[in-house]
């Protein structure tokens, strides 16, 4: 899944996607390139790496015409070789998505006597272009995508012609209508603040952009009108401020997460009730930190409506022939709403007909588009790699799903719940100290986080979160489950974060800590229970104290003190918690 843009209009093109790219980077960042045209040339510039590596490149590059690309490798080592555009005579192409019959369509061209540059799998649709080219360039685009199978959106450009050909087919592709000048991108926020309106193409479509004409075109290539919808994009502040890094600022965003989610979720509370009305069973799914909110939401519907409810990452959901009944509820939980796994998880329990829910930080995506109810997350824009505020907001969501389905008195407090637990936060995320822990954290061969029900979800979140930006290894596990296997990994060189919110559950806890130290293991204790620290065992030096707060909604709090440990962890390793490595903010492939 990578990102990528357009510009065809009276300004300097490069300036364009350049900016664009930019905006675009949480999609990937493994490599950046643009192509532009001009003077009856294509002039390419690429480069292995994050996009401001293009900056010096662009230089003195005046173009009315480009296209560009940030790249997550998945066919093709990060290199300046494997990075888009790809090229094929006269034609340039950058691509999001995955050719699956790539090797196929290689190797009839390779017999033909093309020769390839690159290990990857959008190499084929240059190709392709090329060899169909004979003077229009959308019709050489549409009889390559009858060839494609896959998921794509592609933009191709031609030297000698003013214009732009996209397609998409699985991946997302948007067009922006300026005044004489048009743009194309994988996403919104590519085109913030550079035009008023947009439309989101459809699966199988084609376009057509000149500074002047958007034309449009559907799978059979008759030419279509598609709706114009609002850029919301424009007012939308994607800056850094004074901090940092973006993943500290959003962590510092979580208070608000929650509450805007509540003040948003009360438009949708109607709707939700009535279509509940013959639900009797929920699955909830979603991939990594989604799929760990839908281990809490689950926990919710069990405990205040009695419902069955069942979770399945979106990713084992979708192969596993799932039993689904009319009854039935599938909460699909996505922040970006693109992720394959949960977009397509998504439309096979509609196939199968059950009420799709929602749950997403994206109010213009793929998953808003298929579902029956959307329940808004109202974190604001995350730009981190790492989730952190959409993830409370969605447990935020989760729970005021449950409270209101519930009714009763959970229902009636469930706003006030809600404020109350964020101006818990805000003071957890202030007064926090994780640095001793940090670094403890930084220099062991093993981070292990541990917890039982509701904090052994957060457990699975925690160790995520650290090794996702720190790379320390290690593993989430529910605490009772520690003398069952993974006390053989604790020893002096490994760090055991036990997660104890639940008063009840404490002293189970308590022995898992001992069976800890007692093997010379560090234990952090991060608790609101009472009393708990003088049960310790006196080995246990690093306790994390945060508020009391309601049983179900401590998760919140402790969430935070995770993501801020973290964050931490990665700075002291000098690692880039925005961007990790290998990894891109929207899985958009499988
Ligand atoms: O956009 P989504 O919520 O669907 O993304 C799902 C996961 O890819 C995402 O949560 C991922 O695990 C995060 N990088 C974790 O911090």
Not at 351 to 362: D, M
Not at 561 to 579: E, F, G
């Amino acid at each position: 899944m990578c990102g990528i843009t357009g510009y065809i209009g009276g300004k300097n093109a490069a300036k364009e996607i350049y900016e664009g790219l930019r905006r675009l980077e949480y999609r990937g960042y493994d490599s950046a390139g643009a192509a532009f045209t001009g003077g009856g040339k294509l002039t390419v510039i690429k480069r292995e790496g994050k996009v401001e590596k293009l900056l010096p490149l662009l230089g003195e590059t005046v173009s009315h015409v480009g296209i560009g690309h940030t790249r997550w490798a998945t066919h093709g080592a990060p290199s300046d070789i494997n990075a888009h555009p790809h090229v094929a005579g006269d034609i340039a192409v950058v691509h999001n998505g995955i050719i699956e019959n790539y090797a196929k369509l290689k190797a009839g061209l390779v017999e033909s006597g093309v020769k390839f540059l690159s290990d990857t799998d959008s190499e084929v649709i240059a190709h392709l272009i090329n060899k169909y080219y004979s003077g229009d360039l959308l019709a050489a685009l549409q009889k390559t995508a009858g060839l494609l199978e896959g998921s794509y959106a592609i933009m191709a450009i031609c030297a000698g012609e003013d214009r732009i050909a996209v397609t998409c087919k699985k991946s997302p592709l948007i067009i922006g209508y300026g005044n004489g000048e048009n743009y194309c991108a994988s996403d919104e926020p590519a085109l913030a603040g550079k035009c008023d309106e947009i439309t989101v193409l459809e699966d199988g479509d084609f376009a057509e952009l000149t500074s002047t004409s958007v034309n449009v075109y559907n799978g059979d290539f008759r030419r279509i009108m598609r709706g114009r919808e609002p850029n919301l994009a424009v007012s939308v502040d994607l800056t850094m401020g004074d901090y940092p890094h973006y993943m500290l600022k959003e962590i510092l965003e979580v208070p608000q997460s929650v509450v805007r989610t509540g003040t948003a979720f009360a438009s949708v509370e109607e709707k939700l009730k009535d279509a509940f009305k013959d639900v009797d069973r929920v699955i909830l799914t979603g991939c990594g930190t989604a799929y760990h909110a839908a281990l809490v939401g689950k926990r919710y519907f069990e405990s205040f409506l009695k419902m069955p409810a069942e979770t399945e990452t979106a990713g084992e959901f979708r192969y596993k022939n799932p039993v689904i009944g009319g009854r039935t509820a599938v909460l699909a939980i996505s922040q970006s709403g693109e992720t394959a796994d949960t977009v397509e998880a998504a439309r096979l329990a509609r196939e199968r007909g059950a009420l799709v829910i929602a749950v997403t930080n994206s109010h213009r995506s793929q998953l808003v588009r298929l579902a029956d109810v959307v329940v808004p997350v109202a974190a604001g824009p995350e730009i981190c790699v790492a989730a952190t505020k959409s993830y409370t907001g969605q447990i935020a969501a989760l729970y005021l799903c449950a409270a209101t389905l519930a009714g009763g008195e959970l229902n009636e407090g469930k706003y006030r719940a809600l404020s109350h637990v964020a101006a818990l936060a805000e003071k957890v995320i202030k007064n926090s100290d994780v640095s001793t822990v940090a670094n403890m954290c930084s220099r062991s061969r093993g981070t292990y986080f541990l917890g039982r029900d509701l904090d052994y979800a957060l457990a699975l979140e925690g160790s995520l979160k650290l090794k996702e930006v720190s790379y320390v290894p290690g593993e989430g596990y529910p605490a009772g489950e520690l003398k069952h296997g993974p006390l053989a990994l604790i020893y002096n060189r490994t760090v055991a974060v036990f997660i104890i919110t639940d008063k009840e559950l404490a002293v189970k806890c308590e022995n898992a800590v001992e069976q800890v130290v007692t093997r010379g293991g560090k234990a952090v204790v991060i608790t609101n229970v009472d009393g708990i620290v003088s049960k310790l065992p006196k080995k246990v030096k690093h306790v994390i104290r945060i508020p009391k707060a309601d049983k179900y909604l401590s998760v919140i709090l402790a969430a935070a003190v995770v993501q801020l440990l973290a964050y931490r962890t990665a700075t002291v390793l000098n690692r880039d918690p925005d961007k990790p490595r290998n990894l891109a903010k929207s899985v958009t492939v499988e």
